[in-house]
């Protein structure tokens, strides 16, 4: 058993890997917890498309890709609240066009770029966590360090903000101040968790563990806490499943947090399907008006 | 007319301000709240229209007026938080949106997502955020102001309750407790008591009359016209502008109700006598 735990630790590479697996999955679970009560699941969604062009970008010119995926998401959530301010249209409708312009355009460079570098847009796409150095380790270690302190530090101010907004307003707190630090922590997390799942199922780290622990815990620290346990457990036991049956690293942890859900969305003693199934019962009445349009249903009226 | 506590709510903690004697003789002339010429227009629509009044400290003060008539909004642009065409509100001799460190705001209870992962106890500390300071923790003080608040509200043994299993009333009189804990000068209430038990609206109205007589300037907006309105001192009529605005008798007047509610409370005018 032991000797199944430390085989792949013996390889440098698996090393980095779990490190970079085990703080990317703090990070988001703690940082997607703001995500989910403000119910903007969708904006991590739009940032972590958004920041493609800004990773082409700067590996074309060959700046840090870090540096260049920050950029380019801080934009776009800018982009997104000048649409929706500015104009009648809705936020939601706001994340989805700015979103998939940023996404189109970086796919559209790294194509462009493919032919004379040597870039994969499969790594851009969903990861390539193997593939980290240490220096991502210590970007990883230094965005993680900077973005916990920094929520620690502004807990209370940033839980009345993200509670009520206008309540928070009206005791003087700096809203749109604390709003542009939130997206900065959104941003910065996504960044941080590029290497380890991709873009596409960096929401899934942000949201999953949060809403797992939101099913069985009802305070806000302790919902980022045993959502990073939750996170990091997901984030180890994927990179061992990845490891010994040879499956992609980012969706094999992607799946273990989402059986983590799945477990607590049916047993949770609050919460839960088939612990209080008196409320599993969304379906019965669709299945009520299904049967009630039948021909056989009607002509007996 | 409600029962009249007439004790203070919180003697220890709310006169005694860092500053002592000279402090709390101050506190005893509050400054009134100064509205001149007030426009809010919400993207094209307008919301208010020049709209000039003095709010009293130490008097209930109720905003009445239809659906739409802009209660909410002169709530929220007397405190900044919605942007202002024109006009000023001063408090003292500055601006009130420059000191929403003595406001104690209740927003709409409709507003509020109460599925949000918190307790009783952590919504009213929210109170205590403005007054503990950035990069710090809850004092022992804030504690205790806000365990009194809780107290006052009747709400402590609901403390570690996730907000989300709580009645309406219950809701309401956790966010009093939240303005309570905030010791403010100024209590800003926005149609606190919709959706609410007949002792929550005892538990509020109590409070806010002990409030009054502690020469605190108390705003609540008021949707209905029912028994409640008796407890008000002052009312404020709007209907996009302002309609009439004083002691609650000249307030109710029909020809006032007559143009605010367009005819539609006729059978009202028996309750201005």
Known sequence: MLQLLLEPLQYDFMQRSLIVAVLVGILCAVVGSYLMVQRLALLGDAISH????????????????????????????????????????????????????????????????????????????????????????????????????????????????????????????????????????????????????????????????????????????????????????????????????????????????ASFFTVAFLFSPQHGLLTHPQSGSALTPLWREVKGLLPWQRSRR | MTAMNPQFPFPAVSLCQPGGVKQVAQSLIQPKVTVSQLTVHYRMVQALQNVSLTIQPGRLTGIIGPNGAGKSTMLKAMLGLVPVMQGDVIYGDHPLADQLDRVAYVPQRSQIDWTYPATVWDVVMMGRVRKAGWFRRFSNVSRQVALSALDRVGMSEFRDRPIGQLSGGQQQRVFLARALAEEADIFCLDEPLTGIDQKTETVIFDILRELAQAEKTVIVVNHDLGEAITHFDDLILLNRELIACGDRQSVLRPENMHKGYGGMVNFFSTMAA
Not at chain 1, 65 to 72: D, N, P, R, T, V
Not at chain 1, 105 to 132: A, E, M, P, R, S
Request: aromatic letters at 10%.
């Open chain 1, 50 to 257: 958004s920041v493609m062009p800004g990773l082409a970008i700067a590996f074309a010119i060959e700046a840090n890709i870090f540096i260049g995926a920050f950029i380019a998401g801080v934009l776009s959530t800018l982009l997104i609240a000048l649409i929706h301010t500015r104009s009648p249209i809705k936020e939601d409708t706001a994340m989805g066009i700015v979103f998939s312009a940023f996404f189109a355009l970086g796919i559209t460079l790294i194509t462009v770029i493919q032919k004379t570098n040597k870039v994969d847009l499969n790594h851009f796409l969903f990861g390539n966590i193997l593939g980290v150095s240490w220096s991502d380790v210590i970007s990883t270690v230094v965005i993680a360090a900077i973005v916990v302190v920094i929520i620690v530090l502004i807990f209370k101010e940033l839980q009345f903000y993200t509670f009520d907004p206008v309540g928070a307003q009206a005791a003087g707190l700096p809203v749109n101040l604390l709003n542009f630090g939130l997206m900065i922590l959104i941003a910065l997390t996504i960044v941080a968790s590029l290497k380890v799942v991709g873009v596409i199922l960096v929401l899934a780290l942000l949201v999953t563990p949060g809403a797992t622990a939101y099913l069985l815990v009802t305070r806000l620290h302790w919902m980022m806490i045993l959502g990073a346990l939750l996170s990091v457990i997901s984030s180890v036991s994927g990179m061992y499943l990845s490891y010994y049956f040879n499956l992609p690293s980012g969706p094999a942890v992607v799946l273990v947090s």
